[in-house]
């Protein structure tokens, strides 16, 4: 596809620019959320739960992830490592791989209800994923737009997708907790570079390329700041696939667990990825479309 026909192009410049987001970034659509919650969501491109998970419920969730980690069968992709050691970074499918997941979470009326309202069709998990920080080595992520790379390197089309994370363990200051630029995901940043072939074997240890300039960040921040939910484990965030986040290193003495699922409008699937690269592997760009309504959990 050529610039002209693709809003969101990417990588193709020698100097990084804004471009306005041109899809809505909620639907109108019935659901648990207030008008407030909707509104607040459109506004800041994300929305706090605390706590809408109970502790019991977390710690199943927090034993599985810990088990994860640590029985990763050899030889199965999925598994990353920090840049530096042999600290489990990230797992990712466990739509695929966890029933736990899958059915406790993933599918659980208390996300997907919300999810659906906002993104007003039924949905599919695109990408699901655990990211450790343990205690003082968790290193950071850097500012990205998730949609940026899902949109070059996995061609999902437009920004009908959308984050959760969950809390497995409490996040505060010292523990490294994911920081959201509001209002960030009105505008899309098209980043500088081209997309090195299989960049995904180095992107998800430390991204060099998809990243934002320190420019393009000084510009999102003109007028806003930069904002950290806090909160129990048991929390949630929902965030837009083009708000702008990140966080630092785990410098404290707990570690910080989250757990992700990425949602995507059936309407939206994935097609061919928007640079001159195969697709990334499926277990971290879902290509078998499954949709999610019809197996809610109560």
């Not at 207030?34 to 800041?44: F, I, K």
């Not at 088990?67 to 530096?84: C, M, T, V």
């Not at 090195?196 to 180095?202: A, G, I, L």
Request: glycine share 6%; hydrophobic share 35%; proline share 7%.
């Amino acid at each position: 596809m050529t610039t002209a026909s693709d809003p969101y192009y990417s990588r193709t410049l020698d100097q990084w620019q804004a471009a306005k987001r041109v899809d809505p970034v909620a639907a109108d659509a019935p659901g648990p959320l207030t008008t407030d919650e909707v509104w607040n969501y459109v506004r800041d491109g994300f929305l706090f739960a605390p706590e809408l998970f109970s502790q019991s419920e977390v710690d199943e969730f927090l034993a599985e992830a810990e088990s994860l980690a640590e029985n990763w069968p050899a030889g199965q992709p999925g598994i990353i490592k920090e840049p530096d050691s042999d600290v489990v970074r990230s797992v990712f499918r466990l739509h695929k791989v966890s029933q736990l997941y899958n059915d406790r979470f993933f599918r659980d009326f208390r996300i997907l209800d919300r999810v659906q309202q906002l993104i007003g069709t039924d949905v599919y998990i695109h990408q699901s994923r655990l990211n450790y920080k343990p205690a003082f080595d968790g290193k950071e992520f850097f500012w990205h737009s998730d949609f940026e790379t899902w949109h070059v390197e996995d061609g999902m089309p437009r920004m009908r997708a959308l984050s959760v994370s969950l809390f497995l363990t409490e996040s505060h200051e010292f523990n490294g907790p994911l920081m959201l630029i509001p209002g960030s995901h009105e505008t899309y940043i098209r980043c500088t570079g081209g997309t090195p072939d299989k960049h995904f074997e180095r992107s998800l240890r430390r991204q060099d390329y998809g990243v934002p300039s320190r420019q393009a960040l000084e510009f999102l921040l003109e007028g806003s700041s930069i904002v950290a939910p806090k909160g129990a484990a048991g929390s949630v965030v929902f965030f837009d696939c083009n708000t702008m986040h990140g966080s630092s290193g785990n410098l404290g003495p707990t570690p910080r667990i989250n757990l992700f699922s990425v949602y995507n409008s059936l309407e939206n699937a994935v097609t061919q990825p928007f640079c001159n690269r195969p697709p990334r592997p499926e277990y971290l760009a879902e290509r078998a479309i499954v949709p999610l309504s019809d197996k809610k959990q109560k």
